[in-house]
T-cell receptor, first 116, second 112 residues
Framework: NAGVTQTPKFQVLKTGQSMTLQCAQD?????MYWYRQDPGMGLRLIYY???????DKGEVPNGYNVSRLNKREFSLRLESAAPSQTSVYFC???????????????FGPGTRLLVL | QKEVEQNSGPLSVPEGAIASLNCTYS??????FFWYRQYSGKSPELIMF????GDKEDGRFTAQLNKASQYVSLLIRDSQPSDSATYLC????????????FGKGTLLTVNP
């Protein structure tokens, strides 16, 4: 199992350009997440999808859109990139439900984005 | 008050010592508490989770939870240089089955 995969690993954009970050998981998890991590700010939730067909805003959704394409895939789109979106983006998944032993979020390797 | 607070560090301990990492949270309804380790340039990985008051031990790691005081801690015994990383505390609030709130993390350095 590959776990959670993300593409691309690195990206440089110019202000105003658009791009889509891809995330896929092969653990049959219900819930998927997008976080950004900035120095001194910790992990901040951008959007999440509790289950296939649903998406909800997190703490910092402005400037982003998401698509839960199917159970495996959850993409994050920047429609018009801004320098403030320079960050490391992590996708995560977890099985959800009430089974506490399964309450573990697994993280992808991250995408490092620089917006000039 | 921030939802999840951690000392940013850096916390520096000598090899073989006990490292103590602390986290406080604001929502009394929080149900689940997690410690993640993140090496520089890598993604977070789960070390431990705890739900009930008291201690939970796993190898060299012990998580402690005190819901009355709203804090959770992580003790690392016999610290090794390989333990040098940022440790993230995360909390799942009551009623939120799907979202974790993370602290900003504490940078731990274990000196040989």
């Amino acid at each position: 199992n590959a776990g959670v995969t993300q593409t691309p690993k690195f990206q440089v954009l110019k202000t105003g350009q658009s791009m889509t970050l891809q995330c896929a998981q092969d653990m049959n998890h219900n819930s998927m997440y997008w976080y950004r991590q900035d120095p001194g700010m910790g992990l901040r939730l951008i959007y999440y999808s509790a289950s296939e067909g649903t998406t909800d805003k997190g703490e910092v959704p402005n400037g982003y859109n998401v698509s839960r394409l199917n159970k495996r895939e959850f993409s994050l789109r920047l429609e018009s990139a801004a320098p403030s979106q320079t960050s490391v983006y992590f996708c995560a998944s977890f099985s959800g439900g009430d089974k506490r032993l399964l309450e573990t979020q697994y993280f992808g390797p991250g995408t490092r984005l620089l917006v000039l | 008050q921030k939802e999840v607070e951690q000392n940013s560090g850096p916390l520096s301990v000598p090899e073989g010592a006990i490292a103590s990492l602390n986290c406080t949270y604001s929502d009394r309804g929080s149900q689940s508490f997690f410690w993640y380790r993140q090496y520089s340039g890598k993604s977070p990985e789960l070390i431990m989770f705890i739900y009930s008051n008291g201690d939970k031990e796993d190898g060299r790691f012990t998580a402690q939870l005190n819901k009355a005081s709203q804090y959770v801690s992580l003790l690392i015994r016999d610290s090794q240089p390989s333990d040098s990383a940022t440790y993230l505390c995360a909390v799942k609030k009551g009623g939120s089955n799907y979202k974790l709130t993370f602290g900003k993390g504490t940078l731990l350095t274990v000196n040989p």
